[in-house]
Nanobody, 121 residues
Framework: QVQLVESGGGLVQPGGSLRLSCAAS????????MGWYRQAPGKQRELVAT???????YYADAVKGRFTISRDNAKDTVWLQMNSLNPEETAIYYC???????????????WGQGTKVTVSS
């Protein structure tokens, strides 16, 4: 089994910053891609950013220039640095990992439980 545990959410004022963390653990051989998604109240889950094993990144247009995704392959951990946050970005932020498990030797996609980010004055 594999677990993804997010942390770092909370309340922040508009224009403020937060840094989210997600640590994967369990029967992991390799993690190809890790990503962050978010789901605002009443809206569909949307992609925020991804980073692959070679550290190539992708950002949604809405967050380019403000958010930075990074990872530590040795620690199976991914971070999301979020700057200049606005109230419309209030959401549950979810971590995602596309990986190969050791036992059984199979590919799988896992999700974390989510961490709440509230942007409000």
């Amino acid at each position: 089994q594999v677990q993804l545990v997010e942390s770092g959410g909370g309340l922040v004022q508009p224009g403020g910053s937060l840094r989210l963390s997600c640590a994967a653990s369990g029967s992991i051989l390799v993690i190809y891609t890790m990503g962050w998604y978010r789901q605002a109240p009443g809206k569909q889950r949307e992609l925020v950013a991804t980073i692959n094993i070679s550290n190539s990144t992708y950002y949604a247009d809405a967050v380019k220039g403000r958010f930075t995704i990074s990872r530590d392959n040795a620690k199976d951990t991914v971070w999301l640095q979020m700057n200049s946050l606005n109230p419309e970005e209030t959401a549950i932020y979810y971590c995602n990992a596309d990986l190969v498990m050791t036992i059984p030797r199979t590919t799988a996609i896992y999700w974390g439980q989510g961490t709440k980010v509230t942007v409000s004055s």
